[in-house]
Nanobody, 126 residues
Framework: EVQLVESGGGLVQAGGSLRLACVAS????????IGWFRQAAGKEREGVAC?????????????NYAESVKGRFAISGDHAKKTVYLQMRSLKPEDTAVYYC??????????????WGKGTLVTVSS
């Protein structure tokens, strides 16, 4: 069974950093694209970043970021640990949300993707 488990959320001050992790199990990790989404209170879920392998040779990946987080967030993966990370720096109060990871076998996940974690809460205080 496909399972995704997020961790690393917490309370930080504006300007601080957090590193989120998404641990995958129950599927061939290398065959899926993994994305991070977030949902703030009262708002719709939105895509944050995505990572997928661009080939079997070396450690080459395609990554994509929402405009609002470019230059501040970085997505990365560890095949041995079956884990995708989201390194967040220069956090702003508007980054406050529940962060979810999602997996899709074909392309970067969308909100219609079938496989989701349960989320981890990130709160950025001012």
């Amino acid at each position: 069974e496909v399972q995704l488990v997020e961790s690393g959320g917490g309370l930080v001050q504006a300007g601080g950093s957090l590193r989120l992790a998404c641990v995958a199990s129950g599927f061939a990790f290398e065959d899926y694209a993994i994305g991070w989404f977030r949902q703030a209170a009262g708002k719709e879920r939105e895509g944050v970043a995505c990572i997928l392998s661009s080939g079997a040779v070396g450690n080459t990946y395609y990554t994509n970021y929402a405009e609002s987080v470019k230059g501040r967030f970085a997505i990365s993966g560890d095949h041995a640990k079956k884990t995708v990370y989201l390194q967040m720096r220069s956090l702003k109060p508007e980054d406050t949300a529940v962060y979810y990871c999602a997996a899709d076998p074909n392309s970067c996940p969308s909100t219609d993707t079938d496989y989701w974690g349960k989320g981890t809460l990130v709160t950025v205080s001012s």
